[in-house]
């Protein structure tokens, strides 16, 4: 479905323009390098960190992924301070 997606093709389409010999060789290009847009949030999370340290801010890429899993801290009482983005924003405003 990516690659439908990526030439602006129905699935349809696909079936009956490409050969089965493309496909593989589309196939071997996506297990080399991906065709989707699955670490979107780690391009943001670099854009992000590099936009922060060009400031001052020291923040890694890490601190800018977003928590998918919900998971806490290691600290439970983890406040808003102590956020690497936040802290991040406090510096870019003073």
Known sequence: MTLALRLGKTLAELRAQMSAAEFALWQAF??????????????????????????????????????????????????????PFFAGLVSLAK
Request: a negative charge; zero cysteines; proline letters at 4%.
């Open 30 to 83: 996506d297990a080399e390098s991906p065709i989707g847009d699955d670490r979107y949030d780690l391009h943001a999370a670099m854009i992000a960190s590099a936009a922060f340290q060009s400031q001052g801010a020291k923040v890694k890429v890490a601190d800018m992924m977003p928590n998918w899993a919900g998971e806490q801290d290691e600290s439970e009482g983890a406040h808003v301070e102590d956020d």
